[in-house]
């Protein structure tokens, strides 16, 4: 930094770089545009999970706010571990974050592959491919079980057209097997795009004289897709990975207005699992525990994707 | 080295291949358009014709969802009908067809309105407090700088379930609950975070001479700030200010726990538009595409610098 620095000043304030005379310091400054921030974000999100942490150790209604609550220590925390129920929700969970993120991958690699190769109107169809990702997640859920309806649903007629398969044989969204996949189905709809986009990116980054290198080397196309490209891609896929996988952990708007996480709990993902022993039983101090859970393991994840992130940023 | 014509053969893909990646990719894309189109179509359909079998591509065009979206009615006997004044416009005219009349506006311009009103004064808030951090963080040495930019990207990973219960707590506790207030400063904090790390890339890029000579004309560092980096910084922070619009305009999960009525937005309210006898699909399908179509008019707009807004300014494109 290369300020002007004014000798005149006392010394208390000289502990940073200073400006010319008749303004602030430069540490002043700093801390006057950066406090705003820092405060809201301790207003509106360290706070609450304060509260969160202590009312997790009770049994707390917030329904029945005049009640005297008392503390229960981590019995909250012990009865979530042991709950056959969230555990189920946590298999739904994993279930729709590993097939959408599988199927994302493969569309949205091999789609970005096929971008790369820079045909004619490639810009414009690429704009096309990502509306999806921009919409919001609810008002997709929502009219997706317009798509999904039985008997009279385009996605029942386009299959049934297809695979001659009776369209009223079939629900996408009150069958027991096919439910767990109308979410998937969804979602890869919605954001194989932005795979895509991150994929295309790390593609780019790759610069020609590699390949013009392994073209040197007589490498095959397969050997250079697997030692060149794949290598080169892999933090951008990596970053791709971990986004949605975060995103998808602590998917709530898309499933609860596609499924409400039925039929039965079927699709009943842990965010929806909060919902309901939150804001419909009402059980805030067990809620509150489950939210801390679900807290430490997306911020897990997030801390691994922040460092990723950076990576990439250093390319 | 080697020669030009060898690098083109394996950078640059043959034309056959580039044709057949094409169309891969447009088929692709005609798919995944499809739902959008027919949502369009839909709100432009009778209730009936909206949910016939086989599914009809093409109907006679209506805009009985989008006069059923915007008002509501009730339905009357045909006597009444036939001694009321002549009807006063289109919408008045499709309703009496199907022995209802209007009885007022409802609900959707309000609710729009709370969309706009909360989107916008959110996005104004997340850009002006996002300026101002993104430009200290890259000017000036703050102790604990990488721990504070780690922070607070952080908090925009928080599971919107999770610090929703104590939220709705403080609200409840501070009159914040369905407010507009309350959710433009809930939407703030969790843009702001977007905000700072997207700007922090823009200012990062503005070569610092700009400053230094504004310093040595003897403008304050605040002045050098306002005059030579915001104008710079101006379409990167255009480009923030779409994405962090976009986010509150599409967001769900606060807004169903923390609103229920005069606060309420467009994305809670959509799935509870109801005919007689269930959900009015066409109406649906209208609500969707006006909420969708200023969506899709800015991710055109932007697709330059989409990159960078997903991937929190990291990647470049």
């Known amino acids: 930094m290369a300020q002007v620095t004014d000798a005149s000043v006392p010394s208390s304030a000289r502990s940073g770089p200073m400006t010319r005379s008749g303004g602030m310091s430069d540490r002043a400054i700093a801390w006057l545009f950066i406090s705003p921030t820092i405060l809201l974000l301790l207003a509106i999100n360290v706070f609450p999970l304060i509260w969160t942490v202590h009312m997790s150790l009770t049994n707390y209604k917030a329904n029945m706010g005049w009640m005297k ?41 091999g789609l970005a592959l096929l971008i790369n190769r820079k045909f004619r109107g490639h810009s414009f169809w690429t704009t096309i491919i990502l509306l999806p990702m921009m919409l919001s997640p609810a008002v997709v859920g929502n009219f997706w079980t317009f ?12 299959v049934s057209f297809f695979s001659g398969i009776d369209p009223a044989s079939f629900q996408m969204i009150g069958d027991v097997k096919l439910a767990p996949w109308s979410i998937v189905l969804v979602d890869v709809w919605m ?20 390949y013009e290198a392994a073209e040197v080397d007589r490498a095959s196309a397969w050997r250079r897709f697997r030692s060149v490209t794949l290598p080169m891609v892999m933090p951008f896929l990596m970053l791709a990975v971990l986004f949605r996988g975060i995103e998808n952990f602590k998917m709530f708007d898309m499933v609860n207005l596609l499924t409400n996480g039925g039929p039965g709990s079927l699709t009943e993902t842990v965010s929806i699992t909060l919902k309901r022993a939150a804001f419909e039983k009402w059980q805030t101090g067990w809620s509150s525990a489950l939210a801390i859970i679900l807290f430490l393991t997306v911020f897990g994840a997030a801390n691994i994707y922040i460092k990723a992130l950076n990576r990439v940023k250093q390319r | 080295m080697i020669g030009k014509s060898t690098a083109h053969s394996v950078v640059e893909a043959s034309a056959v291949s580039r044709a057949l990646s094409g169309t891969v990719v447009v088929l692709y894309a005609l798919i995944t358009i499809t739902p959008l189109l027919w949502i369009f179509l839909t709100s432009f359909k009778t209730p009936s014709d909206s949910v016939a079998y086989p599914p009809k591509v093409l109907s006679e065009p209506t ?4 006069c059923n979206l915007f008002t509501f009615h ?3 006997d045909p006597d009444y009908i036939a001694h009321l004044p002549p009807p006063t416009g289109r919408c008045d005219l499709l309703a009496r067809s199907r022995g209802m009349v209007i009885a007022g506006a409802s609900k959707t311009p309000g609710r729009l309105v709370n969309s706009v009103v909360i989107g916008f004064g959110s996005t104004f808030l997340s850009v002006f407090l996002g300026t101002l951090a993104a430009y200290a963080f890259s000017r000036f040495r703050v102790p604990g700088k990488d721990d504070l930019l780690f922070f607070i990207l952080s908090t925009r990973f928080m599971p919107p379930i999770a610090v929703a219960i104590p939220i709705y707590l403080m609200y409840r506790q501070l009159g914040l609950l369905d407010t507009a207030v309350g959710m433009i400063l809930l939407y703030t904090a969790v843009n702001v975070s977007l905000a700072v790390w997207l700007l922090k890339g823009f200012i990062d890029e503005i070569p610092r001479e700009y400053e230094e000579a504004a310093l040595v004309d003897g403008y304050t560092r605040i002045q050098a700030f306002i005059k030579t980096v915001l104008p710079q910084a101006a379409t990167g922070i255009a480009a923030t200010a779409v994405f962090c619009l976009i986010f509150a305009w599409n967001e769900y999960a606060f807004a169903v726990l923390l609103t229920s009525g ?13 005919g007689e006898g269930g959900q009015d699909w ?18 055109i707009l932007l697709r330059k610098q989409l990159l960078r807004g997903i991937t929190f300014g990291a990647v470049r494109k």
Not at chain 1, 147 to 155: A, K
Not at chain 2, 63 to 66: K, L, N, R
Not at chain 2, 262 to 274: D, E, S, V, Y
Request: include cysteine.
């Open chain 2, 282 to 299: 066409p109406a649906v399908a209208a609500a969707t595409t006006l909420f969708v179509v200023p969506i899709l008019c800015f991710t």
């Open chain 1, 191 to 210: 954001w194989t795009p932005y795979v895509m986009l991150i994929c295309l990116a790390g593609l780019r980054s790759i610069p020609d004289y590699i």
């Open chain 2, 262 to 274: 005069t606060a309420q937005t467009m994305p809670p309210f959509i799935p509870f538009i109801i």
């Open chain 1, 69 to 109: 609550y008392k503390s229960v220590g981590i019995g909250n925390y012990r009865d979530i571990l042991t709950d056959s129920d969230l555990w189920e929700a946590m298999q739904t969970t994993a279930h729709f974050v590993f097939w959408s993120i599988v199927s994302e991958v493969v569309l949205g690699f």
């Open chain 1, 147 to 158: 798509l999904f309806q039985p008997q009279i649903g385009l996605f029942n007629y386009v």
């Open chain 2, 63 to 66: 805009v009985e969802g989008y």
């Open chain 2, 74 to 76: 009730s339905r009357q």
